[in-house]
């Protein structure tokens, strides 16, 4: 890769990291299913006026908007409102490479190879250390729920790959318009009409600012530099820098929020990181090639981008934040 390429590739990794810590501001300001409704909207308007008609059937739309828009997006932002750091969310989220590589495994027929089994089970050992790290003093339910995030992230890798989009930008503009309405009446019907009015009420050049990060950096800028770098550079190239996430996660955290960073979580971010790293550029080998349609089905389970949702190392899954 090119110099400027490889910086492009740096600040879209530096971009999504930090978009972790603009979250945790953001949920001062917003109910958190209100909160991920806006960033959608936003990121899809008015940007689907200008990225043209969706590339790939609806059903790939709808269902990744479902999955990765209202139930990763949703989980994500509630986990980090109960109490969830912002840094370390933005390590655990990485474990979706494992849930990934595990859908894979039986929605695509794909047969992990040895590294990448030994790469889950590293990831799933740092999961387990972030774990009792977090449980020794943080709230667990918020750990689960980010959890979970991370294994919808998995579900909407597998749904991306099937629908194996041309344009990752195109892809994710037109996504973006599917979780709004259901993320608005989940958030009337759980957090109350009352509080909503009152945060929209509320809204001032901060609170507007957040919501431009999270829809136009995170999302039109973010998937558009890495579309940008995926069209000129193999994907085994572009998609290690997303590995640089939780540790611009965790670094701006600890510098903007002053969030403690205790040697464990460092042991279970060097286990994770790993880990991910094994699982997610480990070639796979399919047991039945023929179950696999269309291209950008094939192996390398996708690289996450926490909070952001960024593409993955396997041609045309999504990857944050």
């Known amino acids: 890769m090119r110099p400027l390429h490889i910086a492009l590739a740096a600040l879209v990794a530096a971009v999504w990291g930090v978009n972790f810590v603009v979250i945790e501001v953001g949920l001062g300001h917003f109910p958190p299913l209100l909160f991920s409704a806006l960033r959608f909207l936003v990121a899809a308007l008015p940007a689907v006026f200008f990225v ?63 590294t990448r089994v030994l790469g889950m089970g590293v990831a799933l050992a740092g999961i387990g250390v972030a774990a009792v790290d977090e449980g020794a003093g943080g709230p667990v339910l918020a750990f689960v729920l980010v959890i979970a995030a991370a294994a919808c992230w998995g579900v909407s890798n597998v749904l991306t790959r099937k629908a194996a989009p041309p344009d990752s930008l195109n892809f994710m503009v037109w996504v973006s318009t599917v979780p709004v309405l259901p993320l608005l009446g989940l958030s009337l019907l759980f957090e109350g009409w009352d509080r909503d009015a009152e945060a929209l009420a509320g809204l001032d050049w901060s609170g507007a600012g957040i919501i431009v990060y999270v829809a136009w950096i995170t999302t039109v800028f973010g998937f558009g530099a890495w579309g940008f770098l995926l069209r000129h550079h193999p994907a085994s190239s572009v998609a290690p820098f997303t590995l640089l996430v939780p540790v611009f996660g965790m670094s701006s955290a600890a510098l903007l929020l002053g969030e403690s960073v205790s040697p464990l979580r460092w042991c279970a971010a060097a286990l994770l990181v790993g880990g991910v790293a094994l699982t997610s550029l480990a070639g796979a080998r399919r047991i039945r090639p023929a179950v696999v349609a269309g291209p950008g089905a094939g192996a390398g389970a996708g690289v996450g981008a926490p909070g952001a949702g960024a593409p993955g190392a396997g041609a045309g899954s999504l990857s944050r934040r």
Request: proline content about 5%; charged content about 15%; glycine content about 16%.
């Open 52 to 114: 043209g008609r969706p590339k790939v059937a609806w059903k790939w739309i709808v269902g990744v908007g479902l999955v990765l828009g209202v139930a990763k997006f949703g989980l994500l932002f509630i986990g980090m409102d109960r109490g969830m750091p912002a840094g370390l969310s933005s390590l655990v989220l990485q474990v979706q490479a494992v849930f990934t590589a595990l859908f894979a495994a039986v929605a695509l027929g794909e047969r992990p190879g040895r």
